[in-house]
């Protein structure tokens, strides 16, 4: 696993020992500590099936991914986007998972060793940090996506900058994230509340509008009666 440490408060000496104990002390302050924690659950508690997986499903579709084609995964987490992702870029395609959180990672080095995902690398890195692209490669992606990760990340702007910045002009970035239930659904906003507090989800960025102001032809589709938002559109050209 590659390592980016930026702004990472303190660098693991034995990568090697990621995801055991001794990286808990690592990263366990602010919103990223309940990853850290919490990675191992993550799966189960994360209501990934009766909720969840429809966005996933829906940013990567809206990505209209080819075989071959290499995929930023940005606050990849456990790698819950990987399957999806392997089915559209195929063997010849390249996934890179990208997370903070070390103890998060592990969990997706798990998931890639099972499937034996040799197209798979992951990247300890704040997306947050704007040294992002210097690791990743500026244009060098076809496609990004952000899954419930952009609302968790600490500096969201720069990450969605840096996300623009590594894809290709003309290749396609989407944003997964979440909002209040709406209309008869509003009764479940509590609920939906609990769940956004639980994750660290600071409710108020809205960051599926970045989306719609920064990229071309935009496509949005809101699922689970608004609860969660997909916004995915196309790099314009640089000038
Ligand atoms: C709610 S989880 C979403 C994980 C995954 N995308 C998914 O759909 O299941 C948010 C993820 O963002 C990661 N994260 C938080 N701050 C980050 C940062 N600055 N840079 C990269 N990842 C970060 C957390 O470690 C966590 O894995």
Redesign the pocket.
């Known amino acids: 696993m590659h390592r980016l440490v930026a702004?990472f408060p303190r660098p693991d000496p034995d990568p090697g020992r990621q995801g055991r104990s001794s990286l808990v002390g690592a990263?366990v302050s602010g919103?990223?500590g309940r990853?850290?924690i919490g990675?191992r659950c993550?799966?189960v508690v994360?209501g990934?099936w009766p909720v969840?997986r429809a966005?996933?499903r829906a940013g990567v579709e809206m990505l209209g991914l080819h075989p071959g084609d290499r995929v930023l995964?940005?606050?990849?987490?456990?790698?819950?986007?990987f399957a999806l992702l392997e089915a559209a870029v195929g063997p010849t395609g390249t996934i890179v998972g990208?997370?903070?959180?070390a103890?998060?990672?592990a969990q997706a080095d798990a998931r890639k060793q099972r499937h034996g995902w040799a197209n798979v690398s992951l990247v300890q890195?704040?997306?947050?940090?704007g040294d992002l692209t210097g690791v990743l490669g500026a244009g060098s992606a076809d496609a990004a996506?952000?899954?419930?990760?952009l609302s968790?990340?600490?500096?969201g702007v720069a990450?969605w900058l840096s996300a623009l910045a590594a894809t290709r002009a003309g290749g396609r970035v989407a944003v997964?994230d979440l909002a209040l239930p709406a209309g008869g659904w509003a009764v479940l906003a509590p609920l939906a509340r609990i769940a956004c507090f639980t994750?660290?989800?600071d409710l108020d960025r809205e960051p599926w509008r970045w989306v719609v102001r920064d990229t071309r032809d935009v496509e949005q589709r809101m699922l689970r009666a608004g609860h969660i938002q997909v916004a995915a559109g196309t790099v314009p050209a640089r000038t």
Request: hydrophobic share 40%; glycine share 14%.
């Open positions: 702004r990263d919103r990223l990853y850290t990675a993550y799966d994360s990934e969840y966005g996933r995964d940005l606050g990849c987490g456990t790698g819950l986007n990208v997370d903070l959180s103890a998060m990672l890195a704040d997306a947050g940090s996506l952000f899954t419930y990760a968790v990340i600490d500096d990450a997964v994750g660290g989800v």
